[in-house]
């Protein structure tokens, strides 16, 4: 799920100045109720509300709709949508699994030759040079990594992957005909 940018502050300008109730503004901003309760309350001084309609995540449209329907959900627009997602298209990989990474290197190689070094690189967030040090046996890990399944390993997506390996698969296909 899409969540909105500054969840808080969305929920405060959202209690403020809509009849929305508590739950539909929890499950628009991936809050619980009673945290939604505490904004309402005042509890929580130090959030400034946002205005969701001035920075284009919701509509007028919209909140009047949810407003007469009390378990209609709130959705995002369509542009706030794309926007969030390209933003959580970056990935970090913590510092406890950048080891697993010539796993899941050697396992795409060997499991899937039509992936380019490129797409390896864009997926598992690292350098052509590792992967082809790797592919050649001269990576300084190259006697003790085990190949295994990046997707398991968390080191990329399971949606990035298969897009992909979409597009590695037509391009093979672009060649042999």
């Known amino acids: 799920m899409v969540l909105p ?39 929580s001084k130090a959030v400034r509300p946002l205005n969701p ?51 899941g290197i050697a396992w795409m190689v060997r499991n899937h030759p039509e992936f380019s070094d490129g797409q390896v690189s864009r997926l598992l967030h690292t350098t052509k040079k590792t992967i082809e040090a790797i592919r050649d046996g001269t990576h300084r890990t190259s006697g003790t990594t085990r190949p295994q399944n990046p997707i398991t390993l968390g080191l990329c997506s399971e949606a990035d992957f298969y897009a992909e390996l979409l597009k590695a698969q037509k391009k093979v296909e672009n060649k042999k005909s």
């Open 5 to 43: 940018m500054m969840p808080r502050a969305t929920a405060a300008w959202l209690v403020d100045n809509t009849t929305l109730t508590f739950d539909q503004i929890a499950d628009f901003c991936g809050l619980h109720d009673l945290e939604v309760q505490s904004i309402a309350d005042g509890d």
């Open 53 to 103: 309609i001035v920075n284009h995540q919701l509509t007028q449209e919209e909140i009047k709709r949810c407003e007469a329907d009390s378990k209609a959900r709130l959705q995002l627009t369509e542009s706030a949508r794309s926007i969030r997602r390209m933003k959580q298209k970056v990935s970090y990989v913590p510092m406890s699994q950048r080891q697993n990474k010539p796993s």
